[in-house]
């Protein structure tokens, strides 16, 4: 036997839940609602243990299936099933219906399952994603400090490259601190900084109000903050990816991608590439290839399919690193024979062309499969 559980209510207070027989019989269907709380949810998989269920199919539903997803997964072999390859006829949308409908696709074997990565690589990527979510906040706060020294008249940024390094750090704090002389400000440069002194005290000759001296101190114990944060939770993540040592070195092999870029693939779909039958199918789930629009014998042009964002933008940033290398800044065009499809350089003569997914450690499926087993 078969259970499905479907959509849940708005409220978020149950979900519905059909039972139904194995392929070989249609009757015996069983439908009920189960509760959301942990209690309710235990207390569903005894139910299901209890009528002999195999195999749950789930309607994916936001973050919503996520718990029920932790519960069950120990006991029953789980499909989570995408909304948009299981729609119903229309106007005959209740949620028991969902439920009836997708238990009905089970039964004969026509739902495709989403691909979901063990607990273990699940853990590394709530962690990976999270410091991703802080990187992007210190970014958003130093521009917001960026725009107070706009405002104070402070061109720190036009003479030093990097306005939080440690002369940049120093002067700040020597801001928030009230002290407001140009020399003395420009003294606290330090290393090649120091070259640009006679710039440094125009930069910093501003009008720095009381209330931006407030903004700029909260700012700034929000970047330390953050950067505690940083390397507390990088801590974690490096002790999470010692099994997995071996495919975050033969990563890094590849051209624009460091430890960061390295682990954040690994985080996304782990090293098992059993899932992914090609690696055109793992381009294609990542979201880096055109998707297809073919009707009447015409070939249609297609959006990019929106794939896995986080992934993407993982790739895009390593293909960024590449196109800022010196090989391509030197506008030398490899060898079409012997050098690798992802290595060469497209002739700047030749006309717009399709999308591809030339680089990444995701689409070359190979170099994990060595790790990957």
């Known amino acids: 036997m078969r259970a499905v559980l479907a959509w849940m209510c708005i409220s978020g207070v149950w979900w519905p839940v059909c039972c139904s027989p194995s392929p070989m019989g249609a009757s015996g269907v069983k439908c009920g609602r189960a509760g959301t709380m942990t209690a309710d949810l235990l207390a569903l998989g005894d139910w299901l243990d209890l009528c002999g269920v195999e195999q ?35 106007g005959r949308k209740t949620d028991v219906k969902d439920a009836e409908w997708l238990a009905d696709l089970l039964r004969h074997g026509l739902l495709q399952p989403s691909f979901i990565p063990p607990a273990s690589i699940r853990a590394l990527r709530d962690l990976v994603r999270y ?32 306005v939080l390094g440690k002369s940049g750090r120093a002067m700040l704090d020597a801001l928030v601190g009230g002290e407001s002389d140009p020399e003395a400000l420009a003294s606290l440069a330090r290393g090649r900084l120091r070259a640009k002194l006679p710039e440094l005290r125009l930069a910093l000759t501003g009008r720095v109000q009381p209330q931006q001296q407030t903004l700029l101190q909260q700012m700034l114990a929000h970047i330390d903050f953050l950067e505690a944060s940083l390397a507390h939770l ?109 290595q060469r350089a497209r002739d700047p003569r030749a006309g717009p062309s399709r999308p591809r997914h030339p680089l990444s450690p995701v689409a070359r499926a190979s170099t994990i499969h060595g790790s990957g087993g």
């Open 56 to 90: 749950v199919a789930m309607e994916s539903t936001g973050v919503f299936w996520r718990p029920v997803f932790n519960l069950l997964e120990d006991g029953h072999e789980i499909v989570l099933v995408n909304p948009q390859h299981m729609k119903a006829v229309p």
């Open 131 to 162: 410091r991703r979510t802080l990187v992007q906040e210190r970014v958003q706060e130093v521009n917001r400090v960026q725009k107070v020294l706009e405002l104070a008249n402070i061109k720190l940024a036009a003479v030093a490259s990097r």
């Open 234 to 342: 990088q801590g974690e993540i490096d002790g999470m990816l010692q099994p997995f040592e071996e495919a975050i070195t033969l990563a890094q092999t590849l051209p624009g991608v460091g430890p960061v870029a390295a682990a954040g693939p690994i985080a996304e779909i782990g090293i098992d590439m059993s899932a992914f039958p090609t690696h055109q199918h793992l381009a294609s789930w990542a979201g880096v290839c055109p998707g297809n629009k073919q009707s009447g014998g015409k070939r249609r042009q297609e959006r990019t399919r929106p794939g896995n964002p986080r992934l993407k933008a993982f790739l895009c940033e390593v293909a960024q690193a590449i196109t800022q290398s010196l090989g391509h800044l030197s506008g030398r065009l490899l060898s079409s024979r012997g050098a690798p499809p992802w």
